[in-house]
C-alpha cells in the first residue's frame, strides 16, 4: 500500500512541476505583453509628438505609425498565445486536483486498514492474555 501512496505522491509532485512551469510561463507571456503595451504608448507619444511639431517629417511618421501597426499584431498573437497558456494550465489545474484526490484516497484507505489492523491486533492481543489468564487459573 505505502509503495503505491509513495508512487502516488511522486506523480502529484510532478503535476505540480508541470503547472510550476506552466504558470511561470504565463508570467513571462503576461510580462512580454505589458512590455508590448508600453512600447505602443511610447510610439504613440512619439507619433502625436511628431504631428504636433512645426517640421513635419513623413518618413517619421509613417515608421512609427507602421511599428505601432506592428506593435499592435504583437499585442494581439501576445494575447492569443496567453489564452492558450491559459487553457493549458486550466488541464494542468485539473490534473494536479486529480492526483491530489488519487493521493487522498489512498491515504484514507491506508488509514482504514491500519486502523483495522490495530483492531485486529488488540483483539488477538485481548484473546491472548485471556487465555493465558484462563490457563493460570485452571491451574492454581
Do not use: W
Not at 504613440?44 to 518618413?59: F, G, V
Not at 496567453?82 to 484526490?101: D, G, P
Amino acid at each position: 500500500m505505502q509503495v503505491v501512496l509513495d508512487m502516488r505522491e511522486k506523480e502529484l509532485e510532478e503535476r505540480q512541476m508541470e503547472m510550476a512551469k506552466v504558470l511561470a510561463a504565463l508570467n513571462l507571456q503576461q510580462q512580454k505583453l505589458q512590455e508590448i503595451c508600453t512600447h505602443q504608448e511610447e510610439i504613440k507619444n512619439r507619433l502625436e509628438m511628431l504631428c504636433t511639431s512645426e517640421y513635419l517629417d513623413i518618413e517619421q511618421i509613417e515608421s512609427h505609425r507602421d511599428f505601432g501597426i506592428k506593435l499592435s499584431v504583437d499585442a494581439r498573437n501576445q494575447e492569443r498565445i496567453i489564452e492558450n497558456t491559459k487553457s493549458i494550465l486550466k488541464v494542468k489545474q485539473k490534473e494536479v486536483m486529480e492526483a491530489h484526490q488519487k493521493v487522498e484516497v489512498l491515504k484514507k484507505l491506508k488509514e482504514k486498514q491500519e486502523t483495522e489492523y490495530y483492531k485486529e491486533f488488540l483483539k488477538a492481543e485481548t484473546k491472548e492474555i485471556d487465555d493465558i489468564t484462563s490457563a493460570r487459573f485452571r491451574f492454581s
